[in-house]
């Protein structure tokens, strides 16, 4: 059984582009979980997902970030017109819906996203 | 969910027992204890959780006090591999994947050998 899959690994932007960032959940899990360390800090929780529904984003800045989990393919962290004080390594953990492991959160590799 | 309070920093020797403390004076009745670790440059890893019985399994052990307020997570045989930043987090155990995880500070284990 594969792990969190998190792709692609490193991501460099120049100020103003796009970033999307993906992450496929563990076989069987449906919910999705988001979250940004910024460089020497602790994770900070972004937003939570679970197929085709946002449950909670109150840890996504207002602005310039969205997070969308469909009902096909993986979740999806896009932050538009990137600035430097993006630059930070983003992770998704997912979760299972049942069973005993379901409120234990497996996290991906990261995606480290740099903006020049 | 309740706070948690963890020292910053710890040393262990290689092959030694690694006995990271945890307070969490404010738990509730329902509230877990879980701990995770980073190993640098990596997505954090789950160890293990637990209510009021100790616990254990192939990674650590959990021990928590009968009053809850605070847990020790064991790793019996430390190897430079257990180098890591460990964090202790409080939630209940709600419904499937309901809400987040907090990571404070966590304690940077290093193994020395």
């Known amino acids: 059984n594969a792990g969190v899959m998190q792709n692609p690994r490193h991501l460099v932007r120049r100020r103003g582009q796009e970033a999307r960032l993906r992450c496929s959940p563990m076989?069987?899990?449906?919910?999705v979980y988001w979250y940004r360390q910024l460089p020497e800090e602790g994770l900070k929780f972004m937003v939570y997902?679970?197929?085709?529904?946002?449950?909670?984003e109150s840890g996504m800045p207002k602005e310039r970030f969205s997070a969308e989990f469909p009902k096909e393919g993986p979740s999806i962290l896009r932050i538009q017109q990137v600035v430097r004080g993006d630059s930070a390594a983003y992770f998704c953990?997912?979760?299972?819906?049942?069973?005993?492991?379901?409120?234990?959160?497996?996290f991906g590799a990261g995606t480290r996203l740099s903006v020049l | 969910d309740a706070k948690t309070t963890q020292p910053p920093s710890m040393d262990c020797a290689e092959g030694r027992a690694a006995n990271l403390p945890c307070n969490h004076s404010?738990?509730?009745?329902?509230?877990?204890v879980y701990w995770y670790r980073q190993i640098h440059s990596q997505g954090p890893q789950y160890i293990i959780h637990?209510?009021?019985n100790n616990e254990t399994n192939e990674m650590a052990s959990l021990i928590i006090t009968e009053d809850r307020k605070s847990s020790t997570l064991i790793l019996p045989h430390a190897t430079l591999r257990d180098t890591a930043v460990y964090y202790c987090?409080?939630?209940?155990?709600?419904?499937?994947?309901?809400?987040?995880?907090?990571f404070g500070t966590g304690t940077r284990l290093t193994v020395i050998p």
């Open positions: 404010t738990i509730s009745g329902n509230e877990y």
């Open positions: 076989k069987g899990h449906s919910h």
């Open positions: 987090i409080v939630r209940s155990k709600g419904t499937a994947g309901a809400n987040n995880l907090f």
């Open positions: 953990a997912s979760s299972p819906d049942q069973g005993l492991a379901k409120n234990i959160q497996y």
């Open positions: 637990g209510l009021k």
């Open positions: 997902l679970q197929k085709e529904n946002i449950i909670d």
